[in-house]
């Protein structure tokens, strides 16, 4: 099966086209930070408007360098949520489009599954697994039973990870998206300012970021009015580090609770190197494999959408043409309806 792909949930407009779910011919991403950078955010409206100006052109570009034609396509696919409406109303429109004239099936994709499922394109996988979803909209352990079934154990109950990470970055005057500065930031300082661990419930999967995000503003303020200056850089460490160590315990101790065989890191976020460094330790340590996908499939692509759209081609599970575009889907409600092994055509 030849699946094209279509992204265009938030700031990214990417079209890849991937053989059987797992070997990539094509992955092009078109990136708009530059353009949100200096409202320092993403603008919904300048999205979609970016969205709709290069999809046609990210198509055409990824179907060349697939080196295919269009008639070799066994589907299309397309993000159907969560994110931006306006945003995914384009790769919608796009992607029923390119079904109808070819005449081959349209499958919806929960994108959240698609960050998870980046892993399986370089990756085997192995079930039951745990996977540690961290991206700039959600933060949550997810269980993974099977292929395609998705069980939600904990999530943050106020903001995302990387929301947090783009926040802190903010107050600290870095520019958008701010994830990445602080974690470079971190690792250049040798101790970071002292805040909390957020924990919650003793037997919570849950997360919350949102207070820590309130400490660090209030150790920037305190410093201010004393007239002090912090370096970026301890409280950039400081903040990871209360991160890193709070995530990285509650996906070792799911992984445990649930038997699985894998820890798989998947989203944004994933792209961060201290994350990467801690989960890597502490899973060597508990001898539970780990699995990372690359950074160029940790942000939004089109690559890892193909992928989980295949659990759902090879099972018949297609999507009808009046498909719509939803802002906020579940990716329980996504799971793949035929959890055994039967599929395969
Ligand atoms: P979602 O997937 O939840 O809809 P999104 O698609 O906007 O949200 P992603 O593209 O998956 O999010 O990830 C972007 C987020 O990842 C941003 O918040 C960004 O700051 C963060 N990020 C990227 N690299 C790093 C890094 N090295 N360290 C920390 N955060 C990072
Ligand atoms: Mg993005
Ligand atoms: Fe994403």
């Not at 969560?82 to 919806?108: D, R």
């Not at 949550?140 to 802190?168: C, M, N, W």
């Not at 961060?272 to 060597?284: P, S, V």
Request: proline content about 5%; overall charge negative.
């Amino acid at each position: 099966g030849l699946i094209l792909a279509v992204e265009t949930s938030c700031d990214e407009t990417s079209v890849a086209v991937v053989e059987n779910g797992t070997i990539i011919r094509s992955n092009v991403v078109s990136s708009q930070i530059d353009t949100h950078k200096r409202y320092g955010g993403v603008v919904p409206e300048i999205a979609s408007r970016q969205h709709v100006e290069s999809v046609t052109l990210i198509l055409e570009e990824a179907v060349q360098a697939a080196g295919i034609r269009l008639a070799d396509l066994s589907a299309v696919a397309v993000t159907q949520g969560p994110g931006l409406v306006g945003s995914l109303l384009v790769g919608v429109v796009a992607a029923k489009t390119l079904a109808c004239a070819l005449q081959i099936p349209l499958i919806g994709v929960h994108h959240i599954a698609g960050h998870i499922y980046a892993n399986e394109l370089v990756h085997q996988l192995e079930y039951p697994l745990v996977s540690l979803v961290v991206s700039g909209g959600h933060t949550e352990l997810v269980h993974v039973p099977s292929p395609g079934v998705f069980r939600i154990i904990g999530q943050t109950r106020d903001d995302a990870a990387g929301e947090a990470y783009d926040k802190v970055a903010r107050a600290m005057g870095l520019p958008y998206p701010g994830g990445p500065h602080v974690d470079r930031l971190a690792h250049e300082a040798d101790e970071g300012v002292p805040l909390p661990r957020v924990w919650l419930e003793p037997d919570s999967y849950d997360f919350s970021f949102s207070g820590l995000k309130s400490a660090v503003l209030a150790v920037l303020n305190q410093a201010k009015m004393r007239g002090e200056v912090v370096q970026p850089m301890r409280i950039s460490k400081g903040f990871q580090d209360s991160v890193v160590e709070v995530l990285v315990e509650k996906a070792i101790r799911a992984s445990k609770a649930f038997g699985a065989k894998q820890l798989m890191l998947a989203g944004g976020v994933a792209a961060n190197k201290g994350l990467r460094e801690a989960l890597a330790d502490r899973c060597a340590r508990e001898e539970l494999p780990l699995l990372v996908p690359p950074l160029s499939l940790c942000t939004d692509n089109a690559a890892m959408i193909a992928a989980a759209a295949f659990l759902k081609w090879e099972r018949g599970e297609l999507s009808s043409l009046d498909l719509k575009a939803e802002a906020l889907l579940s990716l329980e409600q996504w799971s793949v309806k035929e959890p055994a092994e039967h599929a395969g055509r």
